[in-house]
C-alpha cells in the first residue's frame, strides 16, 4: 500500500491522522531565540501569547532534511511507494525538503512530492482523498493523477479576525492597500493557484460575519464534493463554531462535516480568531 506523508500544515486532526493512516513532517516555528516543532513542542494559544507579548509574528521555516530523511527511510527502504504532500510552494520550501531527502536515500523513484498549492485543510482534503485511494490499492502514478485534477478543485477560504498577523508576517499580497481603519475589517482571504489573496471585506461583530460569509458560499456548497467539509479555525467560540456546523447540516450535501484547530503554522500567520470552510468542488 502506497504510505501518504503530509507535511504538517495540513491540519488534520490526531483522529484524522490515524483513521487515514497518514504521518506528519513538522514545519519549524521560530519564538525568537525558541526554535520549536510544528505539532509536538508549541501550541498557538503559546505561540499568541509569546506574539503578543513581543508585538512580533513568529518566523516559520521548512522542515529538516535530516527529520525528512528519518522519516522516508523506513519506507524507501522496504520499496514502498511513498507520497509527500506540501503546503504551496510559493509559501514554503517545504517540498524541496522532501525531494532533497528522497534524493539522499536513492528513493527518486519510490517518493512523490505533491505540490498543494494550498494550505492548512485544503490541503488536508487532498491528503484524505489520497489516503482513501491508498487503501484501494491505487499505486503512486494512479494517485498522483487523481490528486492532479482534485486540486484546482479546492475551495480553500478563510475569514480573519484580525489583520495584526497577516499584516506582520507580510504573507497576503494585497493587504497593505487596505489601508486607515484597515486593522477594523475582516477580510476574506481566498487561496488559488498556491497563493492568498484579499476578496471581500466584511465588517461587524465576528459572529454575524462568520455566518455572513458562509451563507454567501451556499451555491458553491451545494455544487460541492459531498464526502465532507471542513470547518477549520484557529481558536473561534465554541457557539459561533455550532452555528456554522448547524448550517452546514441544513444544506444537506455533505456526508461528513470535520471541524479542525489549525495547528501552529497556520496559526501564526493568521492569528487567532480567523475560521474557514474547506471542500472540494464537483
Not at 46 to 68: G, Q
Not at 127 to 147: F, L, Q, S
Not at 256 to 276: F, Q
Request: charged share 25%; with cysteine; hydrophobic share 40%.
Amino acid at each position: 500500500m502506497v504510505k501518504i506523508i503530509s507535511d504538517s500544515t495540513c491540519d488534520l486532526s490526531e483522529e484524522l491522522l490515524q483513521k487515514y493512516e497518514v504521518s506528519i513532517l513538522p514545519l519549524h516555528i521560530v519564538l525568537g531565540e525558541r526554535e520549536c516543532e510544528d505539532g509536538r513542542d508549541i501550541s498557538p494559544d503559546e505561540i499568541y501569547r509569546w506574539s503578543d507579548e513581543n508585538k512580533l509574528t513568529p518566523k516559520t521555516s521548512a522542515p529538516a532534511v535530516d527529520k525528512a530523511i528519518e522519516l522516508l527511510r523506513p519506507y524507501v527502504e522496504s520499496g514502498r511507494e511513498v507520497i509527500c504532500f506540501s503546503i504551496s510552494e510559493d509559501m514554503s520550501t517545504s517540498a524541496n525538503v522532501m525531494r532533497l531527502a528522497a534524493e539522499e536515500l536513492d528513493g527518486d523513484n519510490l517518493v512523490t512530492v505533491i505540490n498543494s498549492a494550498n494550505l492548512s485543510t485544503g490541503i488536508g482534503l487532498l491528503v484524505i482523498e489520497a489516503a482513501i485511494m491508498a487503501k484501494e490499492g491505487k499505486n503512486a502514478r494512479e494517485i498522483t493523477e487523481k490528486i492532479e485534477e482534485l486540486k484546482p478543485l479546492v475551495r480553500a477560504s478563510f475569514v480573519v479576525d484580525t489583520l495584526v498577523y497577516l499584516h506582520r508576517g507580510g504573507r497576503c499580497s494585497g493587504l497593505a492597500a487596505m489601508a486607515g481603519g484597515a486593522l477594523k475589517l475582516h477580510p476574506k482571504i481566498v487561496v488559488a493557484n498556491g497563493k492568498m489573496s484579499p476578496s471581500q471585506k466584511y465588517r461587524g461583530k465576528m459572529n454575524k460575519v462568520l455566518l455572513e460569509y458562509v451563507k454567501e458560499m451556499e451555491n458553491d456548497l451545494k455544487n460541492a464534493k459531498k464526502d465532507r467539509v471542513f470547518i477549520t479555525h484557529s481558536g473561534c467560540d465554541n457557539e459561533t463554531i455550532g452555528k456554522i456546523q448547524s448550517y452546514l447540516q441544513e444544506l444537506n450535501v455533505f456526508d461528513e462535516i470535520l471541524i479542525t484547530r489549525a495547528g501552529g503554522v497556520i496559526s501564526s500567520h493568521c492569528g487567532p480568531g480567523t475560521l474557514g470552510v474547506l471542500f472540494i468542488s464537483q
